[in-house]
């Protein structure tokens, strides 16, 4: 893992300017993270500035080198070399940070924490250009919109998720938006996280529209593995299921 990486490399603490300090943060911020996930959202510009300004840290290249295969960031990287560190002791997510008095989410962003995070970016860079969505629009991201580190001076992720009687903030979130975007990369499997397929059958339930974000290097693998199945002699739904290009989901 990248925790074997980096040794004793210290982490990258220094607050970016956009986020607040641990004395900055209101109690009304922190009962909003408690209490309304639906408002748990950035815009896609700001989510997009996130994900840059890990890029732009020494620390990040540090884990993207030093990977003994693939060399690439991942979610869950970001998650514990970045987000947790600049959110730690102030109770509030990332999101929050930028959005104080909350912002109601638009758009959720289904996506796989293994995957690579400038690929993932590219996907829903490329997604938004051609569905015509604005980088003002307002995108849910699990990784963003949770408070992430379990510290005790914040809910914990499970506090977060029975945050809502009878329901989890999830469902409250898919139930909110209009959109689901899905997000499909090469160096993790979207649907073998469990949840991902939960998101997507509880999206197509209430009829809400899912739209995926393919990066080209995903785009490129299905084209390779249907031509490969048809040229085995398999038949076009063989090719579908063997590109992946068909789900089950749980209904």
């Known amino acids: ?37 639906t408002k748990w959202a950035m815009t896609f510009r700001q989510w997009n500035k996130v994900v840059n300004e890990c890029k732009d840290r020494a620390l990040y290249m540090e884990l993207r080198l030093k990977k003994p295969f693939d060399k690439f960031v991942s979610i869950y990287d970001i998650n514990d070399y970045f987000v947790k560190p600049w959110t730690r002791s102030t109770g509030c997510g990332i999101a929050l940070h930028m959005n104080p008095h909350g912002l109601e989410a638009e758009i959720m962003i289904s996506h796989a924490w293994g995957e690579d995070v ?13 569905s015509g969505f604005h980088d003002g629009s307002a995108v ?5 919109a949770q408070y992430q580190p379990g510290d005790r001076r914040g809910p914990t992720i499970k506090e977060q998720l029975e945050c809502v009687p009878g329901s989890s903030p999830f469902k409250c979130v898919i139930e909110s938006v209009n959109t689901m975007v899905v997000v499909h990369t090469t160096k993790a499997d979207l649907y073998s996280r469990l949840w991902c397929v939960h998101e997507l059958d509880e999206a197509l339930a ?46």
């Open 1 to 37: 893992g990248a925790a074997s990486i980096i040794g004793d490399h210290p982490l990258d603490v220094q607050i970016p300017s956009f986020m607040k300090r641990p004395g900055e943060v209101s109690s009304s911020m922190k009962e909003l993270q408690r209490r309304e996930p």
């Open 118 to 130: 400038e690929e993932c970016q590219r996907a829903l860079q490329a997604r938004f250009r051609e």
């Open 140 to 144: 849910w991201f699990c990784t963003f």
């Open 206 to 251: 209430l009829e809400k529209s899912v739209i995926p974000a393919m990066s080209e290097e995903y785009k490129r693998d299905i084209r390779e593995e249907y031509h490969l199945a048809l040229r085995m002699g398999g038949s076009r739904a063989d090719a579908e299921k063997a590109a992946g290009l068909t789900v089950q989901t749980a209904r």
